[in-house]
């Protein structure tokens, strides 16, 4: 089966710029997760949507960014305006329902995002 | 909350001899316990899990780990290193039971020396 894919491999855009992230899940995941690894620190869960609903979004920064799932498959995540602190590298994962809490997430390669 | 402390940013082996990763996590609930790789230019790949049952858990590539629960650890290990071993892993925890996403320790590069 196709793995979880993400796109753009590698962004670099300007502080106060838009820049959206894409993911694909494995198809027929319900779980999707994304999370975000800023140079020298961990990866930090961001939110969850099961199917198209947002089930926790405790993660996420701030309101410049936005997810959204629509129809359940791909999800996106909208930065608006970037700022510097924003660079690092953002992956994303997915899981089957019955595997969620059994380490059944798939990740991407992730998109490394630099604001400069 | 939950929390992972990964000792060392770096841990370099010379190759064929034993890895050793550390791991110690902190958990309010019973743990779900992740060793993760990331080769270069790779997503992160699931070596093993600990959930129930065995506290010796083993993985893929010959890696191993061990859940310890009086010690609050769960140490990667692998008898003898390759060169392909080179990458960094990272050790995560979830709660069991309905927890949502993964805490993540800070990763650890290993350094396979010829």
């Known amino acids: 089966e196709a793995g979880v894919t993400q796109f753009p491999s590698h962004s670099v855009i300007e502080k106060g710029q838009t820049v959206t992230l894409r993911c694909d899940p494995i198809?027929?995941?319900?779980?999707l997760y994304w999370y975000r690894r800023v140079m020298g620190k961990e990866i930090k869960f961001l939110l969850h949507?099961?199917?198209?609903?947002?089930?926790?979004e405790s993660g996420m920064p701030n309101n410049r960014f936005l997810a959204e799932r629509t129809g359940g498959t791909y999800s996106t995540l909208k930065v608006q305006p970037a700022e510097l602190e924003d660079s690092g590298v953002y992956f994303c994962?997915?899981?089957?329902?019955?595997?969620?809490?059994?380490?059944?997430?798939?990740f991407g390669s992730g998109t490394r995002l630099t604001v400069v | 909350a939950q929390s992972v402390t990964q000792l060392g940013s770096h841990v370099s082996v010379s190759e064929g001899a034993l890895v050793l990763l550390r791991c110690n996590y902190s958990?309010?609930?019973?743990?779900?316990l992740f060793w993760y790789v990331q080769y270069p230019n790779q997503g992160l790949q699931l070596l093993l899990k600990?959930?129930?049952?065995?506290?010796l858990v083993k993985g893929i590539n010959g890696f191993e780990a061990e859940f310890k629960k009086s010690e609050t650890s769960f140490h990667l290990t692998k008898p003898s290193a390759h060169m392909s071993d080179a990458a960094e892993y990272f050790c995560?925890?979830?709660?069991?039971?309905?927890?949502?996403?993964?805490?993540f320790g800070k990763g650890t590069h290993l350094i396979i020396q010829p």
């Open positions: 958990s309010s609930v019973p743990p779900y």
């Open positions: 994962a997915s899981s089957q329902v019955f595997e969620k809490n059994l380490g059944g997430y798939t």
């Open positions: 198809s027929g995941h319900d779980n």
């Open positions: 600990y959930t129930t049952g065995a506290t």
């Open positions: 949507f099961v199917k198209e609903s947002k089930q926790d």
């Open positions: 995560a925890v979830s709660g069991a039971g309905g927890a949502d996403g993964l805490t």
